[in-house]
């Protein structure tokens, strides 16, 4: 009986075998059931920059910044990237879901729907009198009268990601904890900077505003750090992935230095601006971007300060306020002769510089000059940089996603 039960369970075994895919009569024929992601996701909001060949380096003459940005032909794979600038209402959709994160803790399940839905409504799930959330608001000396004011220094964000250049590394010995890097990071943006960053200058009314009040929604979120700029990117690759659609296989992130450029030029090689142009008025006088005219006639271009996110002609890829309105972060950390020993194929410089580090190794390529700047800062080939940690009230970001496919057509 014993012999009959083993042979039944063979018997089993090979019908299992065999019924795990379609036959292949012995031949080399692939995996079967495989996933079924024939295209790439196609975020909203984003376009698609087609893989190419362009000439980085500074495209106006500038004597002294062609030591140390000496032209150079590269290749850049396509990608995606943002058409605007981050606006205020896009990041604040971050900062709500961090806060929303502090109020679970708290409350635990109270908040969850008959489903496990944990989505707060703070109009009607959430009392703002309930003491339980005390907490979360400032408390005895730190709060202003009788105003019920969330305390936003407790709305940290964690996230983590791989270190591949140390993965890739021959020497290498560890285990593969020691790849994983943390980062926590408070994603509240600095609205402060609109009064410190000018010396006997009003702007309170800014730091009061800018970020809270409606009016400004559209206009790109400021006060914003290195770091936090890659939290809200690795929150956006979570969100879409429990959003319930197609599946993104990559992660949203900052563009690198020579992808913004690349972007910035709208198939324009050696062009300065992003208009095509060598000039930051078109043929009736009219300014083309939101920068400092002249010796400080702010309001000419339009805005005293930052305008909308979409205000102003996109460049030729769709993309709006490539110069000028907000300089903006790339993932690059800034080295002043990179160009001479960057590669040609998808170039870049990564470090994630501790916080003990010096701050030589803390700078990141900020591009495309801002509201405060003069056309100089502009031009698509001029680099400029800023510590990791700092946050201004003239610095934002885009995100850009990886493209998987070889060309447009694939894409389609």
């Not at 002294?64 to 205020?88: C, L, M, W």
């Not at 900077?193 to 309170?204: G, K, L, P, Q």
């Not at 300060?305 to 790339?330: I, K, Q, R």
């Amino acid at each position: 009986m014993k012999q009959i039960a083993y042979s039944f369970l063979a018997l089993l075994l090979i019908a299992g075998l065999s019924s795990c895919g379609k036959s292949n009569g012995g031949q080399l024929v692939g995996v079967d059931n495989r996933p079924g992601w024939k295209k790439q996701i196609n975020p909203y909001g984003m376009v698609y920059v087609p893989s190419g060949t362009t000439h980085i380096g500074q495209s106006d003459q500038d004597v002294f910044s062609t030591y140390t940005q000496r032209p150079k032909a590269i290749t850049i794979r396509g990608f995606f990237i943002d058409d605007t600038e981050i606006s205020n209402n896009e990041y604040r959709q971050f900062v709500n879901y961090v806060r929303d994160s502090v109020a679970h803790m708290i409350l635990g399940d109270i908040l969850e729907d008959d489903f496990g839905n944990e989505s707060v409504d703070w109009d009607y799930d959430i009392d703002w009198q309930d003491e339980t959330l005390d907490e979360m608001f400032f408390q005895g000396d730190m709060a202003i009268g009788t105003k019920r004011e969330l305390d936003t220094r407790q709305f940290n964000y964690s996230w983590e990601w791989i270190n591949w250049k140390k993965a890739a590394s021959k020497s290498f010995q560890g285990v593969r904890s020691d790849l994983i890097n943390r980062d926590e990071v408070n994603v509240f943006p600095d609205t402060l900077t609109w009064i410190r960053d000018f010396s006997y200058s009003y702007n309170e009314p800014f730091a009061r505003n800018y970020f809270w009040h409606s009016a400004f929604d559209d206009y790109p979120v400021v006060g914003i750090t290195w770091k936090q700029a890659r939290a809200f990117c690795d929150w956006r690759t979570n969100l879409w992935n429990s959003g319930g659609g197609e599946q993104n296989t990559e992660v949203f992130r900052l563009p690198t230095e020579a992808e913004w450029e690349y972007a910035a030029r709208g198939g324009h090689d050696l062009a300065p601006y992003p208009w095509g142009g060598y000039y930051v008025r078109n043929a009736k006088g009219c300014l083309l971007a939101n920068f400092k005219p002249g010796r400080g006639n702010y309001v000419e271009d339009g805005g005293e300060t930052t305008v909308p996110v979409t205000a102003y002609f996109p460049n030729d890829y769709g993309l709006y306020n490539m110069s000028g309105n907000v300089a903006e972060w790339t993932e690059t950390a800034y080295y002043p002769q990179a160009y001479s020993h960057v590669h040609d194929s998808n170039p870049d410089i990564k470090y994630d510089a501790a916080d003990d580090d010096p701050k030589a190794l803390k700078r990141k390529v900020i591009r495309g000059g801002s509201w405060k700047d003069i056309s100089y800062f502009l031009q698509t080939g001029t680099r400029h940089w800023e510590y990791q940690d700092t946050s201004k009230s003239y610095i934002g970001f885009r995100c850009a996603l990886t493209f998987l496919g070889r060309s447009l057509n694939d894409f389609k």
